[in-house]
C-alpha cells in the first residue's frame, strides 16, 4: 500500500520560510518523480514543483521560482519543499504527489497523493 505523508506545514508571517517534507513508503521510490501542488480555496489544485526519479532535473511555477526549493532523498525516501519569503497568496494546502520517472505539470498525471498539509501565511 502506497502512501505519501506531509509535514512541516503551519502559521507563518509574511516573509519568513517553511520546509514541507513528504515521507513515501509501499512503493520503489526512485523509480518515481514527484511533484508538489497546492491548493487555495475556491481554486483549482495546481503545480507548485516538480523533481525527476534522480533528482536530476527540477522545475517551477513561476509564481514560486526563486523562492522555492524541491530536493528528494533517495536513501530516506524523502522529498522537500523548502519554501523563503513566503507571502499571504501562498497560503493554500499542500500536496505531495508521485508519478513514474518523470515530472509533469499536470495533477491527473500523478498516480499517488498525499494527504495534505496546510499553509498559511498572515500578512
Known amino acids: 500500500q502506497v502512501q505519501l505523508v506531509e509535514s512541516g506545514g503551519g ?12 515521507a ?11 511533484g508538489w501542488f497546492r491548493q487555495a480555496p475556491g481554486k483549482e489544485r495546481e503545480f507548485v514543483a516538480g ?5 536530476g532535473t527540477t522545475f517551477y511555477a513561476d ?5 522555492f526549493t524541491i530536493s528528494r532523498d533517495n ?4 522529498v522537500y519543499l523548502q ?3 513566503l507571502g ?3 497560503t493554500a494546502v499542500y ?23 496546510q499553509v498559511t501565511v498572515s500578512s
Open 11 to 22: 502559521l507563518v508571517q509574511a516573509g519568513g520560510s517553511l520546509r514541507l517534507s513528504c
Open 24 to 34: 513515501a513508503s509501499g512503493l520503489t521510490f526512485r523509480h518515481y518523480a514527484m
Open 75 to 78: 536513501v530516506e525516501n524523502k
Open 83 to 85: 519554501m523563503n519569503s
Open 95 to 117: 500536496y505531495c504527489a508521485a508519478r513514474p520517472w518523470y515530472s509533469d505539470y499536470n495533477p491527473k498525471s500523478y498516480d499517488y497523493w498525499g494527504q495534505g498539509t
Open 51 to 55: 523533481i525527476r526519479w534522480d533528482g
Open 63 to 67: 509564481s514560486v521560482k526563486g523562492r
Open 88 to 90: 499571504p497568496e501562498d
